[in-house]
T-cell receptor, first 111, second 111 residues
Framework: GENVEQHPSTLSVQEGDSAVIKCTYS??????FPWYKQELGKRPQLIID???NVGEKKDQRIAVTLNKTAKHFSLHITETQPEDSAVYFC??????????WGAGTKLIIKP | DAGVIQSPRHEVTEMGQEVTLRCKPI?????LFWYRQTMMRGLELLIY????????DSGMPEDRFSAKMPNASFSTLKIQPSEPRDSAVYFC?????????FGPGTRLTVL
């Protein structure tokens, strides 16, 4: 079945710098790759997603890239701000089109 | 729409007691998911329903856990008897496509 690995588990960056979180998946049939952000004490919320027919997608300061050949996808946050501090989860669909989740990355923005 | 509604938001109970968590999905969503989140194990899918039918309950930890969805607008997750290791935040999520919308969660503490 599908397996999603996420790295790093913790990422600390200086405010204003960029942050990159990477995920790999095992099922070549996966076709949907969302990223969720969970602020402390809150629920996970979708921030961006990408489908397998697209290599990159941007939304203001965040972008996601997908490499289907290598079976990995990444979240890029530019010009990081304090409000970007949160736990970020990647996910990929399995053969039943349900999401398999990564373990999460705690992003810390240092002032 | 009010989003996914969960109750109670907080529950403190003693070991051995029965606990029932409730969820009202977003109207029109045909899939419902129960997750458990802890620091040690991250975000775990317990069970999901499609059109009120349980599809995959392989994540349910043991027979003490049970879930029902008697109609399209209501689901319960029951733990009987509860144990201290069940302490966690339990999220309900619903979807009509691949994006999942999470409820605010129930923080369960078993003493």
């Amino acid at each position: 079945g599908e397996n999603v690995e996420q790295h790093p588990s913790t990422l600390s960056v200086q405010e204003g710098d960029s942050a990159v979180i990477k995920c790999t998946y095992s099922d070549s049939a996966s076709n949907y790759f969302p990223w969720y952000k969970q602020e402390l004490g809150k629920r996970p919320q979708l921030i961006i997603d990408i489908r397998s027919n697209v290599g990159e997608k941007k939304d203001q300061r965040i972008a996601v890239t997908l490499n289907k050949t290598a079976k990995h996808f990444s979240l890029h946050i530019t010009e990081t701000q304090p409000e970007d501090s949160a736990v970020y989860f990647c996910a990929a669909t399995d053969s039943n089109y349900q999401l398999i989740w990564g373990a999460g990355t705690k992003l810390i923005i240092k002032p | 729409d009010a989003g996914v509604i969960q109750s109670p938001r907080h529950e403190v109970t003693e070991m051995g007691q029965e606990v029932t968590l409730r969820c009202k999905p977003i109207s029109g969503h045909n899939s419902l998911f129960w997750y458990r989140q802890t620091m040690m194990r991250g975000l775990e899918l317990l069970i999901y329903f499609n059109n009120n039918v349980p599809i995959d309950d392989s994540g349910m930890p043991e027979d003490r856990f049970s879930a029902k969805m008697p109609n399209a607008s209501f689901s319960t997750l029951k733990i009987q008897p509860s144990e201290p290791r069940d302490s966690a935040v339990y999220f309900c999520a619903s979807s009509s496509t691949q994006e999942q919308f999470f409820g605010p969660g129930t923080r369960l503490t078993v003493l």
